[in-house]
């Protein structure tokens, strides 16, 4: 809990971010086939959506809703990756990111297999294929944009960690919110895409130890709290090996 380390208290937090997000998606899920609790308004929602995205809003929408697009995501991440090397010189900027975007795309991708659900029965005013729940645009939106907000924020005050958090989380739901306006997800489809794109942001960043960004370090840090021995490099060979 000493958040002076680089496996405290930020990581204790996404550990728990991870338990929360799994329970959520569980608990979503059985809103949907009980038809209870956020699933009572996925209809609703879509078809509001369905009447009320027109013309200047509708360009809008648009707009956002490509912030969470395969080819949006790519370009943030190039951008972003090529920026923090020259900024913090280090090979795991670019594996972190990969790590992120892959685990939330396998992840998304066999949970909509699994579950197989169809997409809202309204006037879709973007072209949207496969199954619906989760919502791929929402999830990789969360896991992207946060894990560019903890690349951005190191070694930065805490006010401008803050803000890009709050902008990361900000993008999220404007690109979730989008995609139930143009009725391509169902209102239950973008909160399980947002739980899965922030777990998949929280495993890797366990994975590779929060802002320091050293893969396994949380591993190593955990060995030496429990036997202090294992952490020091074992003494040089002298004499004879016979």
Known sequence: MNPNEGTGLLLTIALLVIAVATISVGLVLEMVQINEGFARWDDAAARWGARHTTGTTETIVRGITQLGS????????????????????????????????????????????????????????????????PSGHTAATAATYAAVALLLGRRRSRTTRTLLAAAAAGVTVAVASSRVLLGAHWLTDVIAGAAVGWSCFALCSIAFGGRILRFGQPVEDARATLDPAAAEPPPARTGSTR
Do not use: M
């Not at 010189?89 to 396998?106: C, D, G, K, M, Q």
């Not at 992840?107 to 005013?125: C, E, M, Q, T, Y």
């Open 70 to 133: 395969t080819p949006v995501v790519i370009a943030v991440c190039i951008v972003v990756a090529l920026f923090e090397y020259r900024r913090i010189p280090s090979r795991a900027v670019p594996i972190f990111l990969a790590s992120v975007a892959a685990s939330e795309l396998i992840i998304n991708n066999l949970i909509k297999v699994i579950v197989g659900r169809d997409r809202p029965n309204v006037a879709r005013l973007v072209h949207a294929s496969g199954y619906s729940f």
